[in-house]
C-alpha cells in the first residue's frame, strides 16, 4: 500500500507539501497541487473521489443535520433526502444534534473541514452569525421545514399556520368545541406557527380560546401520553384533542385506550407530520401530512443551484402546502 512518503518522492515534493494538498492547511501553488494529486491517482494512495475532490474542489458530498433521527418524522426525512442525494451522485453526513445549539455547532465546524459542498438543515437555535463563515467560504445552506434566518440562505418551508389552520378546522366541522392541544418543542417556530393556526380557526368558529386545554409536549411519544392524561383530567374534558405531531397523537391514543374511549366517538384525535406508520395504527390516525419527498426534491434543486453557479444573488424561500388527510381517528360513521 502506498504511503505519504511514496506520493511525497513521485511527486517531487515533501511530505508536508503532500500533507497540506490533502487538509487544505496552507497555500500550495496550482503546479505543485496537481502534481501531488496526480502522484496520489497514480499509487491508490487515495480514493478516487478524494482526488478528484482536491481537483475540482467539489467532494459530491453533502451535511444534513437534524434534530433527533430516533424520531420517524426526521427518520423519513433522511430518508428522503438521502434518496435524492443517491439518486444524484451525492453522499450525506447525517449529523444528529439532540436538539442541541451546541451539538449544532459542532457538527457545522466539522462539516467545513470535511469540505462538504452544501448543507440542509433542521435547526434548533442556528443564527446568521453562526453560518455566516459558511456563506463566506461559498459552502450553500437550505433551511428545511421551518428557518429562523428567512432571507440570509435558501429554505423549503411547510406552512405551519395553514396546516395546524385545517386540523382544528376539521375537528370543528365535526362537531367539537372543547379541543385539547398538545404543543411540541417549544423554542421552535414550528410549534409558534402550529399554535397560531389553531388560534386562528378558533377564531374562526366563534370559540373562546382556553389556555387550560394547552399541554406541553417535547414530539416523542411520552409527553403525547402524558399530555393527554392531563387534559382528560381537567373538570371539563376536551372531546377532541390535536397533537403537535403523529407520535404525540400516538401517545394520546394509548390514553385512549387505557380509559376505554371510544375514538372518534368519545375523543377524537388529530396529528402532523403524516409519517407512515399512521395509516397503520388502530384506529387510523388523521394527520395533516408534510410532502416530504416532495420537500426534499425542493431542498436540493435549491443546492445545486447554489454548488454551480445558477442561483440569482437573493436568498430563495419555497413555501409547501401541507395536505389534510382524514381518517378513523376523528371522522363519525
Given at each position: 500500500m502506498a504511503t505519504i512518503r511514496d506520493v511525497a518522492l513521485l511527486a517531487g515534493v515533501s511530505t508536508?507539501?503532500?500533507?497540506?494538498?490533502?487538509?487544505?492547511?496552507?497555500?500550495?501553488?496550482?503546479?505543485?497541487?496537481d502534481r501531488v494529486v496526480a502522484a496520489m491517482e497514480a499509487l491508490g494512495y487515495q480514493p478516487n473521489a478524494v482526488a478528484r475532490s482536491l481537483r475540482v474542489n467539489e467532494t459530491l458530498t453533502i451535511g444534513l443535520i437534524l434534530p433527533d433521527?430516533?424520531?420517524?418524522?426526521?427518520?423519513?426525512?433522511?430518508?428522503?433526502?438521502e434518496k435524492v442525494a443517491s439518486d444524484l451522485g451525492y453522499n450525506i453526513i447525517l449529523c444528529n444534534s439532540g436538539w442541541s445549539l451546541s451539538r449544532e455547532l459542532r457538527y457545522l465546524e466539522n462539516l467545513q473541514t470535511r469540505r462538504v459542498d452544501g448543507l440542509i438543515c433542521i435547526s434548533v437555535g442556528l443564527t446568521n452569525e453562526h453560518v455566516a463563515p459558511l456563506l463566506r467560504r461559498h459552502m450553500p445552506v437550505v433551511w428545511?421545514?421551518?428557518?429562523?434566518?428567512?432571507?440570509?440562505?435558501?429554505?423549503?418551508?411547510?406552512?405551519?399556520?395553514?396546516?395546524?389552520?385545517?386540523?382544528?378546522?376539521?375537528l370543528v366541522a365535526q362537531g367539537h368545541r372543547r379541543i385539547g392541544c398538545i404543543l411540541g418543542y417549544t423554542p421552535t417556530v414550528v410549534?409558534?406557527?402550529r399554535l397560531l393556526g389553531y388560534q386562528h380557526a378558533l377564531r374562526e368558529a366563534g370559540l373562546p380560546?382556553?389556555?387550560?386545554?394547552l399541554c406541553s409536549g417535547d414530539y416523542e411519544a411520552p409527553s403525547g401520553l402524558r399530555g393527554a392524561r392531563q387534559l382528560l383530567d381537567l373538570a371539563e374534558p376536551p372531546t377532541a384533542?390535536?397533537?403537535?405531531?403523529?407520535?404525540?397523537?400516538?401517545g394520546a391514543l394509548q390514553v385512549?385506550?387505557?380509559r376505554h374511549l371510544r375514538v372518534p366517538d368519545q375523543l377524537a384525535l388529530i396529528g402532523f407530520d403524516g409519517i407512515p406508520?399512521?395509516?397503520?395504527?388502530s384506529p387510523s390516525l388523521s394527520t395533516v401530512r408534510q410532502p416530504i419527498p416532495e420537500m426534499s426534491r425542493i431542498a436540493f434543486d435549491l443546492l445545486l443551484d447554489r454548488i454551480h453557479d445558477r442561483a440569482p444573488n437573493e436568498s430563495r424561500t419555497v413555501r409547501v402546502e401541507p395536505v389534510l388527510v382524514p381518517r378513523a381517528s376523528t371522522l363519525l360513521v
Open positions: 508536508a507539501t503532500v500533507s497540506h494538498v490533502l487538509n487544505n492547511t496552507r497555500t500550495v501553488s496550482e503546479v505543485t497541487r433521527v430516533e424520531l420517524p418524522f426526521f427518520a423519513w426525512v433522511a430518508k428522503c433526502i428545511f421545514e421551518e428557518a429562523r434566518i428567512e432571507g440570509v440562505s435558501d429554505a423549503v418551508l411547510i406552512d405551519n399556520v395553514r396546516g395546524a389552520y385545517e386540523a382544528t378546522r376539521h410549534t409558534s406557527d380560546f382556553d389556555r387550560t386545554l384533542i390535536f397533537a403537535f405531531n403523529d407520535m404525540m397523537a400516538l385512549a385506550h387505557e406508520l399512521t395509516e397503520f395504527m
